[in-house]
């Protein structure tokens, strides 16, 4: 019954990491291409 809460808070913490680390690969994966590369700006 005691153990409850510590099982509890490393379920969050566990869910946290993996939020953590899947948002900086995405980013990485975001920095490395062009952003919007092949859309081009309205020529007026």
Partial sequence: ?????????GGLALVYFIILFNNKR????RKSRKFMDDKRRFDN
């Fill in 26 to 29: 995405n980013q990485r994966n």
């Fill in 1 to 9: 019954m005691n153990n409850t809460i510590y099982f509890i808070l």
